[in-house]
């Protein structure tokens, strides 16, 4: 059998990582796209950096990406770069809109031009759903983004569609919740906490300040997202599915389970503070996984709890190092 290769954007943040781990478990071979002048982090790749090839490119740059897809020739391709912090969208609307929806057309059309045959997997986020009409939100679920990075991911969403209908591609979108690992970053609040707990634990810090406790999310882990996105890309046939864990947990129960796997009260420690607050939260963004789990057999492996004990377990260790 012939190894299959694989060419991922956003090699270097979470799921872009994660993922290619995976395939090299799974014999890939692994070609990352990555920016020249990029100022990426390499930390979260740098174990494994000698078994994949870089290539630079870039989504602003449609010539770069064609000759990206032509010299990897490869089987399967995973968008997962974007600019992904919704509150720098606000400050950068049109560079968003130029990586998260643009660059998706520019690598379609490289796609359709240099290797029709490849299967497409496309990072859609549940941004697009921004303010839904039901919870929870399913596959057929009204688009209704509040926010330019949502924009931005919903044009890119129906433009892979559109890529599948017309020139009958194989191009696949996964509606992604908010996924975690250890491999977050501190500005997402689910890191936040678990690194800040672990600093308390170990007398680093003595508070934590956080916005709106009563904000729920449905959090999953990114390693069991990234197995979902390859999964989908292995079918018969393309199709779009919610991945998520289709429950949610209030920010306040994500900081009290993670001062509990240290053995602390949270009450002592947490204040609220007006500054993380968002001025526009989405209502209840939960996502139903029944399409995944009856049709690809697909769902999460790892609990809320199991999780959050990782994480903390992760930056205690990490911080003692
Ligand atoms: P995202 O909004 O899903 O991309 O992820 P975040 O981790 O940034 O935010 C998750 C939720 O936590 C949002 O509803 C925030 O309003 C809420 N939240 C509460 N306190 C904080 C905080 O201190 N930092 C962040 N980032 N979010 C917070």
């Not at 994660?18 to 990029?38: C, H, N, P, Q, W």
């Not at 609307?93 to 057309?105: F, I």
């Not at 490289?110 to 986020?125: G, L």
């Not at 004990?309 to 911080?319: G, I, Q």
Request: charged share 20%; proline share 4%; with cysteine.
């Amino acid at each position: 059998m012939t190894t299959k290769k694989a060419l991922i954007t956003g090699l270097t943040g979470q799921d872009g990582s994660y993922l290619a781990e995976l395939l090299l478990d799974k014999g890939y071979e692994v070609f990352g796209l990555v920016r020249r002048s990029s100022s990426s982090n390499l930390d979260r790749i740098n174990h494994f950096s000698n078994n994949i090839q870089i290539l630079s490119g870039d989504l602003l740059d449609q010539s770069s990406l064609m000759d990206v897809i032509a010299e990897a020739q490869p089987d399967e391709i995973y968008n997962l770069a974007s600019q992904s912090y919704v509150p720098i969208s606000w400050t950068q609307p049109a560079l968003t809109a130029e990586y998260t929806a643009l660059g998706v057309s520019r690598l379609l059309e490289s796609i359709r031009r240099c290797k029709p045959n490849a299967r497409f997997y496309q990072a859609s986020s549940s941004e697009v759903f921004g303010q839904p009409d039901e919870s929870p939100q399913t596959e057929r679920t009204a688009f209704r983004p509040r926010n330019p990075y949502g924009v931005a991911k919903a044009y890119a969403h129906w433009m892979t569609i559109n890529y599948r209908q017309k020139y009958n591609l194989y191009t696949c979108c996964g509606i992604t919740y908010t996924h975690e690992s250890p491999r977050r970053g501190t500005e997402f609040v689910f890191r936040k906490i678990t690194h800040t707990v672990a600093q308390i634990k170990l007398g680093l810090a003595n508070e934590l300040k956080l916005g709106n406790l009563e904000a729920r999310r449905d959090w999953c882990y990114a390693k069991d997202a990234v197995y979902a996105m390859w999964l989908m890309l292995q079918q018969e046939q393309p199709n779009d599915y919610i991945i998520a864990s289709g429950e949610t947990y209030s920010v306040k129960e994500l900081v009290e389970c993670a001062f509990n796997c240290v053995g602390l009260n949270w009450e002592d420690y947490v204040s609220v503070d007006p500054a993380f607050y968002r001025p526009d939260e989405p209502v209840q963004l939960v996502g139903c996984i029944d399409k995944i789990k009856t049709e690809i057999g697909w769902q999460p492996e790892y609990s809320f709890n199991h999780l959050v004990e990782l994480m903390v377990d992760y930056d205690l260790k990490k911080l003692s190092s």
